[in-house]
């Protein structure tokens, strides 16, 4: 049980804390279509040592009314790419949540997993990096965790836009009357 709410910009700033200063993370400012496409995204980069709550609060608050603020899972570390393991769940329903599968990934990554409520789904974060052929893999597995036909638990369409994209994105604010999204689950 968490005594207090935890938001993922401060998962993130915690954990550039963990990887080279000049580290290169990446956001957006984004405006998304109903039609289930982005009509623009601004790509922001920011130094792992720059890369504090406060400075990602400043972002949130200066997006216009019609766009969100999304976290990328790239992150450049000496022009070599590597990736934030995440997931976009598609479940309404926390019991429906791989919780094992996801534990078992952060053990044998030795870190550590957190969950988020996002209003109408959830989202998950890993605290590792991944080079992008292991990226890769990891998003083919996320898509077996679909196990029941009908009932899919990993959002496949987002998948679909990491690969095309060639990152992962999840939403840090609620400019667009969804749920600011907050840590529900922290593993071991």
Not at 20 to 38: D, I
Not at 72 to 89: A, C, G, Q, R
Not at 140 to 165: A, F, M, Y
Request: proline share 3%.
């Amino acid at each position: 049980m968490m005594d207090s709410i935890i938001y993922p910009e401060q998962i993130l700033a915690t954990f550039a804390e963990t990887v080279a200063s000049s580290a290169l993370f990446e956001f957006s400012k984004y405006v998304y279509s109903r039609k289930g496409q982005t009509d623009s995204r601004d790509i922001i980069a920011i130094a792992a040592k720059n890369l504090q709550e406060c400075n990602i609060q400043k972002m949130r608050n200066e997006l216009y009314s019609n766009q969100e603020l999304a976290f990328h899972s790239k992150v450049i570390i000496e022009n070599t790419i590597y990736h934030l393991p995440m997931i976009d769940f598609i479940t309404k329903d926390r019991s429906q949540l791989p919780i094992t599968h996801l534990e078992d990934f952060a053990s044998l990554h030795s870190c550590q997993l957190f969950i988020c409520e996002s209003g109408s789904s959830f989202h998950g974060y890993f605290t590792t990096l991944l080079d992008v052929n292991s990226w890769y893999s990891f998003l083919g597995e996320l898509l077996l965790l679909n196990i029941t036909p009908g009932k899919d638990t990993v959002d496949t369409r987002w998948v679909g836009h990491s690969l095309i994209q060639g990152f992962s994105s999840l939403r840090l604010s609620n400019n667009t009357k969804k749920l600011l999204p907050k840590i529900i689950y922290v593993s071991d």
